[in-house]
C-alpha cells in the first residue's frame, strides 16, 4: 500500500535521552554548534499579514536588521578576499548601497506605518518590487529584482533570528569563535556565502539535493550537510544547538553532556580531516602498480579554493576546473574583466602546473538565474554546455578571450562541455579563433591554450576517430556519458537502478576509446567523471587501460594507495571477465570478488 499523504511534518525522536531528528546526509562529517536559521525566499511570498501597534519597536527591529545586514556583507565582502575567489566582492558593496536606498527602507517603512509587522512589511514590499519591476522594459534593470529580492531576504533573516533567539546581530553568538550550523528550508548560495565561514561547521536543510549549488558549495568547502530534515526551522531557535552526524544521517538537538562525549573523537577527527596542513607535502601524483604500470592523478575542482586541498592531498595538476560557479553565484552575467580575475588567480595557484579550464557548461540542472531559460521538458537534452556556447556567440567570445587572457599566467588547458559531432567542434574552434583575432587586434597579452573535448554524448563516442584529429585531447565525463547511453537523467532518485556506471556496456566503451585514442599518437586521454575516484571500479578502469585518472581531492589519497596494491594484470584480466558479462549485477559482483 502506497504510504499516506500526510502533511504533518514527523516530530524530532528521542533516544537516550536525545531528541533527534533523520536526514539525508550529502557532504560527510560530523559536527556541532549553534543554530543560525536562514530564511527561504518562501517567507518573502508570505501572504498571510501579521499586525501590531508597536510602530516604534518593528522601525527599530528594522534598524538594528539594516545594521546587522551590513556587518554580514562586510564579513562577506572579506571572506571573498579571503576564500572565494569565484565571487566577486563587488557584489557585496553592490548590495550595501541597495540597503542603504532611501526607495527600499521607505517602502519597507511606509508598510510599517500602516501596522504591519517586520516580516509582514518586507514580503509587502517584496510584492510591491515585484509589480514595480515587472512592468520595466528594460531587462537589465528587471533583472536587477533579485538584487533586491536578496537583500529583503537578508533584512528577513536578521529579522526573525533576534525574534528567535532575541540574540544581537543577526542572531550570531557574539563570541568569535562559536560554532556555527546554518539552518535552512532550502539554503541559498548567496545567503550561504554571507554567513561568517570560518565559523560555519554544519548545514542541516529541509530540503535540497547532493547537486544543488549550495551542496557543491558545502562540499567545496568541506563543510557537513544534511538534507531532507522534516520542519527543522520550526524545531530550533538561535539558542539551540545541533550536533550533526552525516555518517548516520542523524541530527540532535540540544545534545547531552553524554551524548557530546560519546562523539568527541568523531568531532575531532572531523574537523581533523578538514584542516590544512601548515607544511605542504611533495607531489605525489604517480603512483604506480605493483608490476610497474604508472598511474597520473589530477584534481577536480568548482572553487579555486579547494586548491589547497588538492595541494595537501599531494596532486598540484588540476584535471578539470568547473568554469560555472562565478557564473552561478552571480545575480549578471561577470563581464571579460571578472572572468579573467578569477581565471588568473586560479592559474597563478597552479604552482605551474597544468589546469584544465572547461569552458561554462551550463544549463541542464545548471540554469542561469537571470538568463530566460523557457520551461524545458528536457532540460537534460536541452539548451546546455555548446549548444548554450554556440548559440551565444557574444558572451562566448567574451568567456574564450578571458580563457585565453590567463593562459600566459601558467600552464593553461581548454576544454569544451558536451560536444556532440564535428559541427559543434568546428564551430567553437571557430570562435577561439575569433577570440584570438579580437586580441591581437586589442594588443592584448594572451596564450593558444591547447584544446581537447569532454567525452560525454554517444554520438561523439561513436564519431571520436573523425573528432580527434581536431583536438589535442579528450577527458571521458562519465557522469553524463552514462546519462546519455543509457538514457537515464542522473538527478533523478526515480531511476537510479537505471543509473549503472559499472555496467559492461560502459566499461566495454571506455575500452574502446582508448584503442580509438591510441591511434593518435600524442593525444592525451583523461577520465574525470566521477567514475574515476570509484574505488570498487577503478580497477576496471586500469584494466581498460585508462592511465589518467581526474577526480574529488578527496578521493585521491584512497585511490593512490588503492593502485600501489594493485596489479595491472590482475585488473586486466578482471576487464576482460567483466565484458564477457551482460548485466551490471554480474560485473558488480566481479567487482566485489576482486576487492577481496
Ligand atoms: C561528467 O559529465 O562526467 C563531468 C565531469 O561533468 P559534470 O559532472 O560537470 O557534468
Ligand atoms: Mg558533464
Not at 527561504?40 to 498571510?48: C, F, H, K, P, S
Not at 517603512?109 to 509589480?131: N, R, W
Not at 556565502?193 to 529541509?206: D, F, M, T
Amino acid at each position: 500500500m502506497p504510504p499516506a499523504l500526510d502533511q504533518t511534518p514527523p516530530a524530532p525522536r528521542c533516544g537516550n535521552g536525545n531528541l533527534f531528528q533523520t536526514g539525508t546526509p550529502i557532504v560527510p562529517g560530523v559536527c556541532h554548534g549553534r543554530c543560525l536559521i536562514l530564511a527561504g525566499d518562501e517567507a518573502l511570498r508570505e501572504t498571510r499579514l501579521v499586525r501590531t501597534d508597536d510602530l516604534a519597536g518593528e522601525e527599530r527591529r528594522l534598524q538594528e536588521a539594516v545594521a546587522c545586514v551590513r556587518e554580514s556583507l562586510r564579513t562577506g565582502a572579506r571572506q571573498v578576499q579571503e576564500v572565494l575567489t569565484e565571487v566577486d566582492e563587488n557584489i557585496f558593496a553592490m548590495y550595501e548601497s541597495l540597503l542603504e536606498d532611501p526607495s527600499l527602507l521607505d517602502r519597507i517603512g511606509k508598510y510599517l506605518k500602516e501596522g504591519l509587522t517586520l516580516p509582514s512589511a518586507l514580503a509587502q514590499a517584496s510584492a510591491s518590487f515585484q509589480e514595480d519591476f515587472q512592468r520595466l522594459q528594460d531587462q537589465y534593470l528587471r533583472e536587477r529584482l533579485l538584487d533586491v529580492q536578496d537583500v529583503l531576504l537578508r533584512l528577513m533573516d536578521a529579522a526573525r533570528n533576534a525574534s528567535r533567539g532575541s540574540l544581537p546581530q543577526q542572531g550570531l553568538p557574539q563570541e568569535e569563535d562559536t560554532p556555527i550550523v546554518l539552518v535552512a528550508r532550502e539554503l541559498f548560495p548567496s545567503q550561504f556565502l554571507s554567513a561568517p565561514l570560518q565559523r560555519v561547521r554544519g548545514i542541516v536543510c529541509e530540503t535540497g539535493g547532493p547537486t544543488s549549488h549550495s551542496a557543491i558549495l558545502a562540499r567545496a568547502l568541506r563543510i557537513p550537510m544534511l538534507v531532507d530534515v522534516p520542519a527543522i526551522q520550526e524545531q530550533v531557535t538561535t539558542q539551540d544547538t545541533l550536533l550533526v552526524d552525516c555518517r548516520a544521517g542523524l541530527c540532535y538537538i540540544n545534545p547531552s553532556r553524554e551524548l557530546l562525549e560519546q562523539y568527541q573523537l568523531a568531532l575531532q577527527t572531523s574537523r581533523g580531516e578538514n584542516a590544512q596542513p601548515d607544511a605542504l607535502p611533495p607531489v605525489d601524483d604517480a603512483p604506480a602498480t605493483l608490476d610497474g604500470a604508472t598511474v597520473h592523478l589530477r584534481g577536480n575542482i568548482t572553487l579555486f579554493s579547494e586548491m589547497p586541498a588538492l595541494h595537501a592531498a599531494g596532486i598540484r595538476e588540476v584535471g578539470l576546473y568547473r568554469t560555472e560557479f562565478m557564473f552561478l553565484i552571480r545575480n549578471a552575467m561577470p563581464d571579460e574583466e571578472t572572468q579573467c580575475r578569477v581565471l588568473r588567480r586560479l592559474v597563478e595557484g597552479s604552482c605551474g602546473a597544468d589546469v584544465v579550464i572547461r569552458a561554462l557548461d551550463i544549463g541542464g540542472d545548471k540554469p542561469l538565474s537571470y538568463i530566460q531559460w523557457d520551461d524545458e521538458l528536457n532540460p537534460s537534452l536541452g539548451w546546455r554546455g555548446l549548444r548554450f556556447l554556440l548559440t551565444n556567440p557574444d558572451f562566448t567570445r567574451v568567456h574564450l578571450r578571458a580563457i585565453l587572457r590567463s593562459c600566459p599566467s601558467g600552464r593553461v588547458k581548454l576544454l569544451f562541455p558536451m560536444v556532440s559531432d564535428m559541427g559543434d567542434l568546428l564551430r567553437i574552434k571557430g570562435l577561439v579563433q575569433e577570440a584570438v583575432d579580437s586580441l591581437k587586434a586589442d594588443g592584448l597579452p594572451f596564450g593558444v591554450p591547447p584544446l581537447g573535448m569532454m567525452l560525454e554524448t554517444p554520438s561523439a563516442a561513436l564519431a571520436l576517430e573523425r573528432l580527434l584529429p581536431q583536438v589535442d585531447f579528450v577527458s571521458i565525463g562519465t557522469n553524463d556519458l552514462v546519462q546519455y547511453l543509457f538514457a537515464v537523467d542522473r538527478g533523478n532518485s526515480r531511476v537510479a537502478q537505471w543509473y549503472q556506471q559499472c555496467h559492461p556496456i560502459v566499461l566495454r566503451l571506455l575500452g574502446d576509446i582508448r584503442r580509438t585514442v591510441e591511434k593518435f599518437p600524442g593525444k592525451d586521454l583523461e577520465i574525470c567523471g566521477e567514475m574515476a575516484g570509484n574505488a570498487t571500479i577503478f580497477p576496471a578502469l586500469l584494466g581498460a587501460g585508462l592511465r589518467n585518472f581526474s577526480m574529488n581531492p578527496a578521493a585521491i589519497p584512497a585511490i593512490r594507495d588503492q593502485v600501489r596494491e594493485l596489479n595491472l594484470s590482475e585488473c586486466q584480466k578482471l576487464y576482460q571477465n567483466i565484458c564477457g558479462t551482460d548485466t551490471a549485477e554480474e560485473a558488480q559482483r566481479l567487482l566485489k570478488e576482486f576487492s577481496r
